[in-house]
């Protein structure tokens, strides 16, 4: 399996090594107001990676470590999972990019999730569940053309197909594109 590549930008599958960088992220109040919370400790953090690395390794979810390929310094997580009706769709979320991010690390890590799903994976489509209070995610979607699917009192739910994305990488092609040294 290729682990995504991009202009400033690599993705590599989560170790039970980074339970602590994980909790970190997780527990920090600047990164989790919009994200599912988190009880316990960084010992919980890995147990449950133990747990995830045999869903992994039987293809049910890949969780991601994004990282600078420059210097290998971490700077977030990114995961897809809730895969659906075999290749159908997938989902995408645990998305946290941490301050130390240039301007681009938010769109170019989910642009290399986007594409390991369709690409690697061979996905029909994406789904997300974003909370409503999120607004700087609901945006990113509406401007990406993922199709608003529903709403509830607490979420905005959107799905991408691989055309919208093909249309919508597009116009960032070079963030796809891995500098070769």
């Given at each position: 399996?290729?682990?995504?590549?991009?202009?400033?930008?690599?993705?590599?599958?989560?170790?039970?090594?980074?339970?602590?960088?994980?909790?970190?992220?997780?527990v920090?109040?600047?990164?989790?107001?919009?994200?599912?919370?988190?009880?316990?400790?960084?010992?919980?953090?890995?147990?449950?990676?133990?747990?995830?690395?045999?869903?992994?390794?039987r293809?049910?979810?890949?969780?991601?470590?994004?990282?600078?390929?420059s210097?290998?310094?971490?700077?977030?997580?990114?995961?897809?999972?809730?895969?659906?009706?075999?290749?159908?769709?997938?989902?995408?979320?645990?998305?946290?990019?941490?301050?130390?991010?240039?301007?681009?690390?938010?769109?170019?890590?989910?642009?290399?999730?986007y594409?390991?799903?369709?690409?690697?994976?061979?996905?029909?489509?994406?789904?997300?569940?974003?909370?409503?209070?999120?607004?700087?995610?609901?945006?990113?979607?509406?401007?990406?053309?993922?199709?608003?699917?529903r709403?509830?009192?607490?979420?905005?739910?959107?799905?991408?197909?691989?055309?919208?994305?093909?249309?919508?990488?597009?116009?960032?092609?070079?963030?796809?594109?891995?500098?070769v040294?």
């Amino acid at each position: 399996m290729k682990m995504p590549k991009g202009k400033t930008l690599s993705l590599r599958l989560a170790e039970v090594g980074d339970a602590e960088f994980i909790y970190r992220l997780r527990v920090d109040p600047s990164y989790n107001q919009h994200l599912s919370v988190v009880d316990g400790t960084s010992d919980d953090q890995r147990e449950w990676l133990r747990k995830y690395k045999e869903r992994e390794s039987r293809g049910e979810e890949y969780y991601f470590i994004i990282f600078r390929t420059s210097d290998q310094f971490p700077l977030g997580t990114i995961r897809l999972y809730d895969f659906v009706g075999g290749r159908k769709s997938f989902g995408i979320g645990s998305w946290i990019v941490a301050d130390q991010k240039s301007r681009f690390s938010a769109l170019e890590s989910v642009l290399l999730a986007y594409d390991f799903g369709f690409s690697e994976l061979g996905f029909e489509a994406c789904h997300m569940d974003v909370r409503k209070d999120n607004e700087k995610v609901v945006s990113f979607h509406r401007k990406s053309g993922a199709l608003l699917c529903r709403e509830d009192d607490v979420n905005v739910y959107f799905t991408m197909t691989r055309e919208i994305f093909d249309n919508f990488s597009n116009r960032f092609r070079p963030l796809l594109t891995p500098v070769v040294a």
